[in-house]
């Protein structure tokens, strides 16, 4: 009987609702480990998890039963709730809608994971609109900036 194999490398960035800077550096590993468990128990593979005081970057390999947006779907849902359980941040904390989803080659994993670990070096130099916008148009993906990530900059 024949099998099913793929090979579907996803990075997804995501944003804090209102593009607050409230990821502190004390606890954003704890999230990050936090958010990796998640696509683990999903039966998703993760390579990497970093982010920002303002975003997320999840990298991983995608088992295809899922879809992309059910997948980011339960990590935002469940990674949300256990923050405010936590009480990392004052107040209610939620993702902001929506997200970047990018396909990578296998050839192409060690670039992008090195790349997400060195995120805060990373924004030393360049915004998180700045990083976003150029993604999208990397991936030749069709935009309308009205309605990409909100951003207050």
């Keep these: 009987m024949a099998n099913t194999y793929t090979q579907l490398n996803m990075h997804v960035v995501f944003a804090v609702k209102g593009r607050e800077n409230i990821l502190q550096s004390k606890f954003r590993p704890e999230i990050f480990k936090y958010i990796s468990g998640i696509l683990h128990n999903i039966e998703q593979y993760p390579l990497a998890v970093n982010g920002y005081k303002d975003h997320v970057h999840v990298f991983f390999e995608m088992q295809p039963a899922k879809s992309l947006s059910d997948i980011i779907r339960v990590v935002k849902s469940n990674s949300s709730k256990w923050i405010n359980e936590n009480k990392f941040v004052t ?57 990409v990530f909100e951003f207050y900059e």
């Design 91 to 147: 107040g209610k904390f939620s993702w902001q809608e929506g997200y970047g989803g990018f396909s990578y080659s296998r050839s192409q994993r060690n670039n992008v994971i090195q790349y997400i670990i060195k995120q805060e070096e990373h924004h030393k130099k360049k915004t998180f609109r700045e990083e976003y916008l150029k993604l999208l148009k990397l991936f030749e993906i069709d935009f309308d900036e009205h309605y």
